[in-house]
């Protein structure tokens, strides 16, 4: 039997953890939970108010990490890149996008993914596996250590975004209860209007996100204007088809109030063309949403290109006729495949 992991139990199973695994009281899951969120401390030897006994229970019973560092690469535009390596030889992504104001993290939800998408590089791994709850968590514990030795003991993320490796609604149980960590009070304290969840368009499981997680952000990824163009990059269209996608996306602008993002990437000739821009007018009009622009990150596939500046101009003076908000993503860290869509980890065999 291996170790628990304690980042993949919620405060309930912590405290059910604590009780029938260590035979300790309750309270002291939650000065445990305080130690490995609040302080990042992974050792339990440093969790000085635990004593002597149960730091050794712990010790022979449980963990705090499950992962480790292969690798760091750091973008000039100072975006940081993290190769993360699960217990069982698989690697994962995460990024560090530091603005003036802000420590945005980039985390995955799976490692490699099953949509198919034809301009995005984490497509190529295929679906390897869900990421556990921990193992999410971690990604959050992993950056804010790193941002406390170098900023400072108070630094600390401003935002999350599950736009790294894999589709959030395939694992949206973990995603959940993640986002609940990342702003409870006693886990990472990040307001809920920080902490966003990109989908690629799961119908029933965006019905389902707006039941379970109602006050987190959602963006959902367009990308296309009309079935034809929406369906030849991204499959799942053929499944669930911009109108069913936009039933979804009102019944949860409808239930949750929120204001939905509609992110929308611009490929030279596709997606990034006056006719286009039209369609994503009407789409977008009357609906309480913004739209994020996202030129492509170039990938493999030599026939999808960026526009030019030219291009994406005539496009968002079309689009900023309408009654919502636009705005342009700039990429972070592509010199490192650190942005939009150029996540990947080359295959290996796990001996
Ligand atoms: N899997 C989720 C979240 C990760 S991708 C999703 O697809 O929504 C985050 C955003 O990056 C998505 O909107 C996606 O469409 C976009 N993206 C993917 N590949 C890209 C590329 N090569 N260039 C620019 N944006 C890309
Ligand atoms: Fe998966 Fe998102 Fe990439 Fe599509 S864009 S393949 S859903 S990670």
Not at 8 to 32: C, H, K, N, W, Y
Not at 104 to 123: D, P, Y
Not at 308 to 336: M, N, T, Y
């Amino acid at each position: 039997m291996g170790k628990m992991h304690l980042l993949s139990l919620d405060r309930e199973a912590l405290g059910d953890f604590v009780v029938a695994e260590l035979g300790e009281p309750r309270f002291r899951a939650r000065q445990i939970r305080e130690w490995m969120l609040r302080h990042v401390e992974t050792d339990f030897g440093r969790m000085t108010n635990l004593g002597k006994k149960l730091v050794e229970k712990l010790n022979e019973t449980a963990d705090t990490s499950v992962l480790s560092i292969k690798s760091r690469q750091d973008s000039v535009d100072g975006t940081r890149k993290w190769a993360l390596e699960t217990r069982d030889g698989h690697v994962f992504e995460m990024v560090l996008i530091p603005t003036e104001t802000r420590r945005s993290l980039c985390v995955s939800s799976q490692i490699g993914c099953a949509m198919g998408c034809t301009f995005c590089r984490t497509a190529t791994m295929g679906f390897i596996r869900n990421l556990t709850l921990g193992e999410i968590i971690e990604q959050f514990v992993l950056a804010t250590r790193f941002l406390r030795e170098n900023e400072g003991p108070e630094a600390r993320l401003s935002n999350v975004i599950f736009m790294g490796m894999g589709e959030p609604m395939h694992n949206l149980e973990n995603v959940a209860k993640a986002c609940e960590t990342l702003n409870a009070e006693d886990g990472f304290g990040i307001g809920k209007n920080h902490i966003t969840v990109s989908t690629s368009g799961i119908v029933p499981r965006i019905r389902e996100w707006a039941q379970r997680a109602p006050d987190f952000k959602l963006a959902i990824s367009l990308n296309g204007s009309n079935d034809t163009i929406r369906s030849s990059v991204m499959p799942v269209n053929k499944r669930w088809n911009i109108e069913a996608l936009m039933d979804a996306a009102d019944e949860y602008i409808q239930l949750t109030g929120q204001k939905l993002t509609f992110e929308y990437i611009l490929i030279q000739g596709k997606t990034c063309t006056p006719e286009s821009a039209r369609e994503l007018r009407r789409i977008a009009s009357h609906r309480h949403c913004k739209i994020n622009l996202i030129p492509l990150n170039k990938g493999e596939d030599p026939s999808l290109q960026p526009p030019s500046e030219e291009e994406i101009l005539a496009f968002e003076a079309i689009l900023k006729q309408g009654d919502f908000e636009v705005l342009r993503r700039r990429p972070r860290g592509p010199d490192i495949l650190a942005a939009c869509g150029q996540l990947a980890i080359p295959l290996k065999k796990v001996a």
